[in-house]
């Protein structure tokens, strides 16, 4: 067998088995090392917001959220229909 056909078994071998295993293996870690980031974030965060202003940055999430999926806020139509409401019993 002659050094070129060596090496092309041998470059074969680790393209073949051993490199998939180790993106597979990696790809884990990358998925393992996000999760305790985000979890770390969310701690971090948790502990810089102030109670009084939790209630309020979860309803401005919930808007953005409603938002970017296309509604409309719930808050505003309310209040377009308390004043439509009220004009009617003006009048």
Known sequence: MSLR??????????SGELLP???EN??????????RLDHLNC???E????????SRVSELSLDHKARK???K????TSVKAAKKTE?????
Request: proline share 2%; hydrophobic share 35%.
């Open 26 to 35: 990696a790809g884990h870690r990358i998925a393992g090392l996000r999760k």
């Open 73 to 76: 806020s719930a808050r505003l």
């Open 21 to 23: 295993e180790a993106l």
């Open 69 to 71: 999926a296309g509604q």
């Open 87 to 91: 004009s009617g019993k003006e009048g």
């Open 5 to 14: 056909n060596s090496l092309q078994q041998t470059f074969r071998r680790l």
């Open 43 to 45: 701690s971090l965060a």
């Open 47 to 54: 502990r810089a917001l102030p109670a009084d202003r939790k």
